[in-house]
């Protein structure tokens, strides 16, 4: 089974709302990254952040990462239509920084 | 800079057929890495090179092989094809295997579409 789980799986919001996918993952990690990925295209990283961090900002985007819980949030605010696709997280893990493990991802859609 | 190029971009096989995704990067990265994504899924990984010289098994290694021919080129290679391989094959690079520096940040290439008769 996959290190990441993301939920939801399909989010669908009106333009200008926020949203919020989560992510949880398994094992230890050394940090964690959330990338886009739009439809049939690759994927692009947006931010990524340390274990030893908590919260980190980038413009319209804010991650969260709780590691007693395993778990990490992507917020993004004032949402666009650009902002439809598809978002997933990605762990490297503590035991190995270079092996990075992918989430089930959530499909975002932005309704004008 | 063209950054990750994966070739080619379409392929169609047979069953049983071998084949070699070529993937090099100009971004003098250290580690290369080969994932599969399958319709409405997220990536898995098959295969990644820390650096030069070495390969390690990813979640998924099974029908694959691969070698890490120089710093900047990574194949992998289907020695007998299966309809189950039928997927979209990303490369990708990051600078280092360092987390806490978040020198492993992947850059992807654009993607091989493969499919399996």
């Known amino acids: 089974s996959q290190q990441g789980e993301e939920d939801p799986q399909a989010l669908s919001i009106q333009e200008g709302e926020n949203a919020t996918m989560n992510c949880s993952y398994k094992?230890?990690?050394?940090?964690l990254q959330w990338y886009r990925q739009n439809s049939g295209r690759g994927l692009v990283h947006l931010i990524l952040?340390?274990?030893?961090?908590r919260e980190k900002h980038s413009g319209r985007l804010r991650v969260t990462l709780d590691t007693s819980k395993k778990s990490s949030s992507l917020l993004i605010t004032a949402s666009r239509a650009a902002d439809t696709a598809s978002y997933f997280c990605a762990t490297a893990l503590y035991s190995s920084a270079s092996k990075i493990i992918f989430g089930s991802g959530t499909r975002l859609s932005i309704r004008p | 800079n063209a950054g990750v190029t994966q070739t080619p971009k379409f392929q169609v096989l047979k069953t049983g057929q071998s084949m070699t995704l070529q993937c090099a990067q100009d971004?003098?990265?250290?580690?290369m890495y080969w994932y599969r994504q399958d319709p409405g899924m997220g990536l898995r990984l098959i295969y990644y090179s820390a650096s030069e010289g070495t390969t390690d098994k990813g979640e998924v290694p099974n029908g694959y092989n691969v070698s890490r021919l120089n710093k900047r080129e990574f194949s992998l290679r289907l020695e007998s094809a299966a309809p189950s391989q039928t997927s979209v094959y990303f490369c990708?690079?990051?600078?280092?295997?360092?987390?806490?520096?978040?020198?492993?940040?992947?850059?992807f290439g654009a993607g091989s579409r493969l499919t399996v008769l």
């Open positions: 971004m003098n990265h250290n580690s």
């Open positions: 990708a690079s990051s600078e280092a295997s360092s987390g806490l520096s978040g020198a492993n940040v992947l850059t």
């Open positions: 952040i340390r274990s030893n961090e």
């Open positions: 094992t230890s990690i050394n940090n």
